[in-house]
């Protein structure tokens, strides 16, 4: 069992920063993928960064790509997701996941754990 635990999420005005962590405990994370996740009402899940724990790749979605920053503490066992130039419609429930299956995924449905979500509001 993995547990993760969110923190970092508040009220930011557009254009301000934010830094999500994700605390893992339970196993060591070697061979397994992070993702962050987004859930906006009206709004389909969306997986916006995504790193492989031993490797480092990275994956972001088009719509925070060159804004969000991944990356993972592994002495800490925490994962990051810096957040700069903040946007309305980046306001979401974030949410960090773990897979430990063998491909990375975009799915939710691909993540075996999950925290408990941390809210960002972004106001105009």
């Known amino acids: 069992q993995v547990q993760l635990v969110e923190s970092g999420g508040g009220l930011v005005q557009a254009g301000g920063s934010l830094r999500l962590a994700c605390a893992a405990s339970g196993r060591t994370l070697m061979n397994y993928y992070m993702g962050w996740f987004r859930q906006a009402p009206g709004k389909e899940d969306e997986c916006v960064a995504r790193?492989?724990?031993?490797?480092?790749?990275?994956y972001y979605s088009d719509s925070v790509l060159g804004r969000f920053t991944i990356s993972r503490d592994q002495a800490k066992n925490t994962v990051y997701l810096q957040m700069n130039s903040l946007k309305p419609e980046d306001t979401a429930v974030y949410y960090c996941a773990a897979s430990s299956r063998a491909y990375a995924s975009l799915e939710p449905a691909g993540y075996d754990y999950w925290g408990q979500g941390t809210q960002v509001t972004v106001s105009s």
């Open positions: 790193i492989s724990w031993s490797g480092g790749s990275t």
